[in-house]
């Protein structure tokens, strides 16, 4: 009996994630896992192996030698780099995808485009209503950090241990709970062979 109430719950807990995941939105990093976004992966076949919805994240990871530039359509097909919409040199980038239809990047380093080295994202309208995602896109890369090397002023000094106001509490990432996921499943795995 016990064991049955413990499947409901966790089953229960499962769905609440994948609930989360579908509002949060997927980030598919280009080639993962079987490549990347380099000259040597099939980026066609990797596409067409997913499923990019309407508040996903296209992330790209990448080494000094390539870049991420986003094109029109016609400079997709010829690997033309005449009328790019953005070029990004700082891995990781990421890109929002906030409405449906097609998507052209390609890699701005000579000869990369020819080796394969494009991509088009076909972006598919979510089928549970209008997309919730209202995150700005990021700039890429990651925020310096703070510099602390100025000592504190005498008289602003708070006590120790006093909330900072102002602050939002950070959000999930949807790493995290698809981490969660992951351990939710392990966890009724476990349940079922007990
Ligand atoms: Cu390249």
């Known amino acids: ?5 413990m499947r409901t719950i966790l089953l229960g807990i499962v769905a609440t994630t994948m609930l989360f995941e579908l509002a949060l939105g997927v980030d598919h990093t280009v080639g993962v896992p079987a490549g990347g976004w380099d000259t040597s992966t099939n980026l066609q076949s990797w596409a067409s192996s997913e499923t990019f919805t309407v508040g ?9 030698s390539h870049d ?22 700082a891995s990781p980038t990421t890109f929002e995808l906030t409405e449906a239809g097609s998507r052209y990047f390609i890699c701005g380093t000579p000869g990369h485009c020819d080796q394969g080295m494009k991509v088009e994202i076909k972006t598919v309208a979510t089928t549970s209503g209008p997309p919730t ?9 990651p925020a310096p950090p703070v510099s602390t090397t100025s000592p504190p002023s005498s008289d602003t000094q708070t006590p120790p241990g006093k909330p900072v106001s102002g602050d939002e509490p950070p959000k999930p990432s949807s790493a995290t709970i698809v981490k969660m996921s992951v351990v939710s499943m392990v966890v009724i795995g476990f349940l079922m062979m007990i």
């Open 1 to 5: 009996m016990a064991r049955a109430m």
């Open 56 to 64: 996903d994240n296209l992330v790209f990871r990448y080494t000094s």
């Open 68 to 89: 991420v530039v986003e094109v029109p359509k016609d400079d997709y097909d010829s690997c033309s780099m005449s009328n790019p919409i953005s070029t990004n040199t």
């Open 133 to 141: 995602s209202t995150t700005p896109p990021s700039s890429g890369s």
